[in-house]
């Protein structure tokens, strides 16, 4: 006779992984919108802005 962890999940195991998805969307929403809301607040304070691209070598040495 199977036990009820072979027999299939019940209803209740997908409610706090669904929670969890949810939760982790949201923080990925707001991830995104803080990088756009500051790009948009430094080009509209900035004549220009430029972007440095230090490898390993390059942030060790500064």
């Known amino acids: 006779m199977p036990g009820p962890a072979e027999e299939g999940s019940s209803g209740n195991r997908h409610k706090p992984i669904t ?3 949810q939760i982790m969307s949201r923080v990925s929403d707001r991830r995104g919108d803080f990088c756009a809301r500051t ?3 430094l080009a ?3 004549a220009l ?3 440095e691209d230090l490898g390993k070598s390059g942030a060790a040495s500064a």
């Open 49 to 51: 802005v430029a972007l």
């Open 39 to 41: 790009a948009a607040h």
């Open 44 to 46: 509209q304070k900035n």
């Open 19 to 21: 929670a969890m998805g």
